[in-house]
């Protein structure tokens, strides 16, 4: 059987003519091309090219072989086009998820930065709560959910990303808004607002307060962290959110001050256990970690 190399250096003589041609056309030695033609024809028991003054013509009997190693070697070159194809991520729509946190200032980063390494890649983003991330996964809509919580399933993987802080929220003109870092104490002596603890997220964000012993009770409860910041900026009252949903966004009206207390918190990546990964998904995970540590650093 002829070796996908063979078939190379016939075809490149086939097209040159010479062996110095065919040798220029792929980049080796003439005598490496005389070699493998010598075992080739040897292998065959065939002679495939005639020789006179220096150059190669096919014999009558070998023909036939030409066109079909023509065949072959096309239908290499459209599985080369193929991988680079699916390199560049064309014709490929990469389908994932993020929780609105995430969504706000990280994930279009990272998308930002995948599209730069790939281009033609198509992708379709949802934006999902903490609780519907496992029919999402479960069900195939997309390979991975960017998420703030660890979802303890067996047929769910949690990839760490990286860690976030819980941080006050209150509006411009507020007695604590020229404050650097307000004590957890300070902040609940106001109006607050929040998301219901029974909520995955909700109960990351009211993490501090449950830490420090004290109630959590909202005057007014929402469904999602824009909810709670349009109702800040109206100053109904002060409230606690994580660092990601307000990084690197123009917040007029609102202030975002650290908290004196350690308030962290961890990101993931979930993925479905028997689902391989993508090399997008692969990568669009490494520029979610290295967008979390920018927002975390500073960088």
Known sequence: MLTLRQIEVIRAILITG??????????VSAPGISRVMKHTESQLGLRLFSRAHGRFAPTEEARGIFSQINEVFAKVENLQS????????????????????????VLPYAVRRLRERYPDLRMTID???????????LLRKGELVANSFKIDHPGL??????TGRVVALVPDGHELAAESRVSIYDLAKNPMIG???SDP?????????????LPVDFIIEARFGQTVQALVRQAVGVALIDEFSVADQVLD?????ALKEPTTFRTYAVVNSETPRSIF?????????AEMRAVTTGV
């Open 157 to 162: 993987t949690c990839l760490p990303l990286g």
């Open 201 to 213: 997220y909700g109960a990351i964000v009211a993490r501090p307060l449950k830490d420090a012993g």
């Open 82 to 105: 193929s991988i680079d194809m699916l390199k560049r991520g064309e014709n490929r729509v990469f389908a994932f998820a993020s929780v609105p946190s995430i969504a706000q200032r």
């Open 281 to 289: 998904a692969e990568e669009l995970i490494e520029l979610l970690r």
């Open 18 to 27: 010479t062996v110095k041609g065919a040798a220029d056309l792929l980049g």
């Open 253 to 257: 009206g609102l202030k975002v001050i």
């Open 127 to 137: 934006q999902t709560k903490i609780e519907e991330s496992i029919d999402y996964l």
């Open 195 to 197: 998301i219901s603890p």
